[in-house]
């Protein structure tokens, strides 16, 4: 912890420190990846907190998803400010609403509907629309988009023609069915996710006596990426102010990779006329990437066009030199995802800590093949999107015994309080069957296990940090994490989809499935979806510290047709290609095309595939079984309590 406020500015650059110090009134920081936004609004929060500028609960830091407002919670306590609010705009508006709820509208708040796809369901019965699971499943997403661009039914038609949106029945029919559904929610006595935003909004505008009390107990906001604000969220962030100005945005234009479900840079691009008065910051350090790193990132930007691109800025990166990008083309998807396979184990076998490597892909339906090639070769990895970590039932049952041990002393191993923590965890753990050893194979079985090895990684950490802690006070900082859902780091190598790789960094980072068809993905059509497309990949190349691997695949399966190319955003870049310069095209057969089944490493024993991995929900990570979920790829319960991050995700899933 910095002995003083002034401590808190060390390891600033002049323009964070600019941004830190900039404690009244609107205050906009326009910076590519990696410039330290987030660091700076970090280290401003604490800064006014610990120098007595800022009363801490009336600071409301707003951001992308939960696991963000985890690590910033985390950061501030590290650097001495406590008990400031570091939420989603969901979280922070659900927990607003529960407590008004009884005061404005009255009564307990209504319970969060868990199966929408029923009451979607039920309310074309209602219409006597027949629709297939398809239909159904595109029909929620444009009542979903409708809700969060602030559409009524009867607006509906117009709206999705002007959002260009492809609308998978009549438009008036789904008018019909969006009104059906509101009346049978209404009736049913259940909300939905996007009700507690629109709900507290309401409250916000209708109750003049609330929107005052919330103003007094919030008066300084800071948002974070807030390139990809929905209306809908800059409305409740309108009320949150009132006429008040006290507001820090951080964004970059450049990574808007959410404008499909309705969010746009607008609001980050049009700050400085809604608030003549503003601060502006530009960032242009880069600290996070390598040079090499940093020059591939700006290439990719050179090409790009829209009005996010002329905002623009060229990065300029503060890192020593590290290893050229490697570009691996591959014959077929799986021998690409053994090659990155392969190339992880040995870089963990050489020392890099498996959570320093991610896998990032476009749609989540590609991770199936990497689960399966990293379980095959032998390395941990955790799925992004695992939100719900402690609903699962093996982390309730290990919390149950845990608690139990704290409570009455376990075993022998227990009472014996020159026992380390983290041995007493293992020791709980290990009479619920746990082993330290990872058990063979991937499912399921991994899975549980996976989750009770994070538990003990958190109980490592946790007496790292605090050495005379006991089992109780471990017990009390489960309950603490669970009531926020902020689940323990696991210590695998992370899958995740560009989306929600937002915000975060790896040392490494493997860029998979870069081919024509993946990358701009079919659907994208038009100049506006082919460049945010581009961002995406922007978004992904800048969260790799150190090294970069981009790779694609010519075919889809062993022996089928070659006819995909490479990515047409690496033109230019990739080594090859006209007018390119940096990177390396990685051996592995000629022209750099590693052939099939040879890609396969003595490193990996290879195991026969028998049983495909099994279908996750791209929510909460949990193993499907019913058709009907597996098809969808998700719980139908999950997106009803989400954060903000995860329901958005889940759209960028749908669509594809
Ligand atoms: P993104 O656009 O991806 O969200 P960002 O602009 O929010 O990125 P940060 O995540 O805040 O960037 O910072 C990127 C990395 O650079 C982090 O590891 C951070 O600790 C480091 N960093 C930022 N500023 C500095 C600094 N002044 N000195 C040293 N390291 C820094
Ligand atoms: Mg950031």
Not at 25 to 43: D, E, F, N, S
Not at 182 to 194: A, H, P, T
Not at 306 to 320: C, I, K, N, T, W
Request: net charge neutral.
């Amino acid at each position: 912890v910095p002995d003083s406020a002034d401590a808190v500015l060390d390891g600033l650059d002049p323009e964070q420190r600019e941004v830190a110090t900039a404690l009244r009134g609107p205050v906009c920081v326009l910076a590519g990846a990696g410039t330290g936004k987030t660091r700076a609004i970090t280290h401003r929060i604490a800064y006014g907190v610990r120098a007595g500028i800022l009363q801490p609960t009336t600071v409301l830091a707003v951001t992308f998803t939960n696991r963000a407002a985890g690590e910033m919670r985390g950061r501030l306590r590290q650097l001495g400010a406590v008990g400031v609010q570091a939420r989603t705009f969901h979280s922070a508006a659900l927990r607003q609403l529960q407590y008004f709820w009884p005061k404005a509208i009255g009564g307990a708040m209504p319970r969060l509907v868990d199966r929408k796809i029923q009451l979607v369901a039920d309310a074309a019965a209602a219409c006597r629309v027949r629709l297939d699971r398809g239909e159904l499943r595109d029909v929620t997403a444009e009542i979903e988009w409708s809700k969060v661009t602030q559409t009524v039914p009867a607006d509906y038609a117009l709206a999705a023609a002007k959002a260009g949106r492809e609308t998978p029945r009549d438009p008036a029919e789904i008018a019909q069915l969006y009104s059906a559904y509101e009346e049978l929610k209404r009736g049913r006595g259940v909300i939905d996710f996007e009700d507690v935003l629109l709900l507290t909004v309401a409250v916000l505008q209708d109750r003049p006596d609330v929107a005052q009390q919330v103003r007094a107990q919030y008066q300084h906001f800071v948002v974070d990426e807030y390139q990809d604000v929905s209306p809908l969220q800059q409305r409740l962030l309108d009320l949150w102010l009132g006429d008040r100005d006290d507001l820090c945005v951080v964004g970059d234009a450049s990574q808007t990779i959410y404008s499909f479900t309705g969010a746009t840079p607008d609001h980050l691009l049009d700050f400085r006329l809604r608030h003549p008065g503003a601060t502006v910051v530009k960032l242009v350090r880069d600290y996070r990437s390598t040079p090499q790193v940093v020059h591939l990132a700006n290439g990719l930007l050179a090409q790009a066009r829209g009005r996010a691109a002329d905002h623009r800025l060229e990065l300029v990166s503060q890192r020593p030199a590290g290893p050229e990008p490697v570009y691996t083309e591959y014959t077929d998807e799986p021998a690409e995802a053994e090659g990155a396979a392969r190339r992880i184990r040995e870089l963990v076998d050489s020392g890099v800590p498996p959570a320093e490597i991610a896998v990032l892909f476009r749609t989540n339906s590609q991770s199936e093949i990497y689960e399966q090639a990293l379980a095959d070769a032998g390395v941990p990895y955790q799925l992004r999107g695992a939100e719900r970590f402690f609903d699962r039932p093996e982390v309730r049952k290990a919390g149950t015994a845990l608690r139990a041990a704290a409570r009455f002393g376990g075993n022998d191993a227990l009472l014996d309080d020159t026992v380390d923590l983290p041995s007493q965890v293992r020791a709980v753990l290990s009479g619920e069957g746990w082993t330290t050893e990872p058990p063979a194979g991937s499912g399921a079985v991994r899975e549980r296990w996976e989750s009770l090895a994070a538990l003990v990684h958190l109980a490592q950490d946790f007496a790292a940090a605090k050495p005379d802690a006991t089992l109780g006070d471990l017990v009390a900082e489960l309950d603490e994490r669970a009531g926020a859902q902020h689940a323990p780091t696991v210590q695998g190598v992370t899958l995740a989809s560009l989306h929600s790789a937002k915000g975060l960094e790896w040392d490494v980072v493997f860029l998979v499935g870069l081919a024509e068809g993946m990358m701009p993905i079919t659907y994208a059509k038009t100049d506006e979806q082919i460049e945010e497309e581009r961002r995406l990949l922007y978004v992904g190349v800048t969260r790799a510290r150190e090294r970069l691997h981009l790779s694609w695949a010519l075919a889809r399966s062993p022996g089928g047709r070659a006819g995909r190319r490479p990515s047409r955003f690496l033109d230019g870049l990739r080594p090859g290609s006209a007018g390119a310069a940096g990177g390396r095209l990685a051996a592995g057969g000629a022209g750099g095309v590693e052939r099939g089944s040879s890609g396969r490493s003595a490193l990996a024993p290879a195991p026969r595939r028998t049983q495909r991995a099994p279908a996750r929900c791209r929510v909460c990570g949990r193993s499907l079984t019913d058709a009907g979920e597996m098809k969808l790829m998700r719980c139908e319960g999950c997106p009803s309590d989400m954060d903000e991050g995860v329901y958005e995700r889940l759209l960028a899933w749908r669509a594809v």
